[in-house]
């Protein structure tokens, strides 16, 4: 296993850096908050990711995707955690994308994997029913009726939910295991509501009113439903990390410009021996966490069963990491920090947000301690 980039994911993480920065700047996240944009991202991006083949980054090339694998995918995220990218990669390319590539039928497979790798559809989980991460808690049903099910219940905190042409459920069947459902949210019994989250985001609470579902609705590929549902969570947690550790970068490297060139009492405030050493623990941080990110990512691509106690530990490591060069960051930047006329409070509440999604650093410390025996 090796932490140094190939030839080809340096090429894809500059190709990354070059469109984020000209499509998708800090600056396009502020016009889609200002906007009320509903969706909370732009298509048209979303589209063109698709053509330079980002959305397919997990598929199989099958099914029109160019199956690059979780590390390369990680990459493309560490560069959009760097521009605070509003897209839906995460939720259809990553989360929705491994759900039916690890749970799909042939047919299920063939139908949907090929829209997300082209942009053509924008598809988004939809597993947690409370304030905060917990996927064992699951009240949602998917009851047998005839041929299909009946699917009841509510979903909170559903990223990119509003924007989404399928969603793909966590509920229960008639037995108490989990299964994973695809919906329509056009369907009746399906009410949606925009919700604004701190980072301007558009996630949306979604709530299931008896929901008609044909039997060929069930990701039926594995008899396991709770496998696979961890599967999907797990590398949704290791590749948002890699989101984490982008926003954790870029609000480093913005606050060390910054204090190269403000001046206090007649000199650079990067020469107060204060900031240089906040300045200096905040990079070995920042450093450590790339490291388990990396490992976690490439454990997920080399020895996915040894991946969980890396994934848990990168999340968790991310997270505080993350929170943590946000808040020095407007410490550092002083007053304007907390003005909106600086991005760098933009940097803070993503931090924050993401923190949340999946589990905290709290949630990863748990799970660490619990695989490893204590």
């Known amino acids: ?11 894809l993480r500059d190709s990354a850096k070059a469109f984020l920065e000209e499509k998708s700047p800090v600056s396009e996240l502020r016009r889609l908050r200002d906007e009320g944009c509903k969706d909370g991202f732009r298509h048209a991006v979303w589209q063109e990711m698709g053509e330079m ?3 397919g980054i997990v598929i199989p090339e099958e099914y029109g995707g160019v199956d690059m694998g979780f590390t390369a995918a990680g990459l493309i995220l560490q560069e959009m955690g760097k521009t605070l990218a509003a897209t839906p990669f995460l939720a259809s390319s990553i989360l929705c994308a491994t759900a039916l590539r690890m749970g799909g039928t042939d047919a299920q497979k063939s139908e949907h994997l090929p829209k997300i ?13 409370k304030a905060r991460h917990d996927a064992n808690s699951i009240e949602a049903t998917a009851s047998k009726d005839g041929n299909g099910f009946k699917l009841s219940g509510k979903k909170r905190h559903v990223v990119c939910g509003n924007g989404a042409d399928i969603l793909i459920v966590a509920a229960r069947t008639d037995d108490g295991s989990i299964g994973l459902f695809l919906v329509d949210p056009s369907a009746q019994g399906v009410t949606r509501t925009l919700r604004r989250s701190i980072d301007s985001q558009a996630p949306a609470d979604i709530d299931f009113d008896e929901v008609k579902l044909d039997g060929d609705a069930l990701l039926s590929e594995t008899d396991d439903g709770r496998a696979l549902l961890d599967a999907v969570l797990n590398a949704g947690r290791a590749c948002l990390a890699a989101e984490q550790l982008g926003v954790a970068e870029e609000a480093f490297e913005r606050t060390i410009d910054y204090i190269k060139e403000r001046e206090q009492f007649g000199q650079k405030i990067g020469s107060f021996q204060g900031l240089q050493h906040r300045a200096a623990h905040l990079l070995t941080e920042v450093e450590m966490t790339q490291s388990l990110v990396m490992k976690a990512l490439r454990q997920l691509d080399e020895s996915p ?18 929170r943590l060069a946000a808040a020095e960051a407007i410490q550092m930047h002083g007053g304007v920090g907390m003005t909106d006329e600086y991005e760098i409070g933009f940097f803070y509440k993503r931090a924050q ?3 949340e999604f999946l589990g905290d650093d709290a949630w990863g410390a748990a799970q660490v301690a619990t695989m490893s025996g204590y």
């Not at 790798?117 to 029913?129: F, P, R, S, T």
């Not at 994934?311 to 993350?322: L, P, Q, R």
């Open 1 to 11: 296993m090796t932490y140094l980039l190939s030839e080809e994911e340096q090429m």
């Open 53 to 55: 083949g980002w959305n």
């Open 117 to 129: 790798a082209a942009g053509e559809k924008v598809y988004a989980l939809a597993v947690d029913e």
């Open 305 to 322: 069963s040894q991946a969980p106690l890396w994934i848990a530990a990168a999340k968790a490591k991310a997270t505080k990491v993350g």
């Open 353 to 355: 947000a993401a923190g």
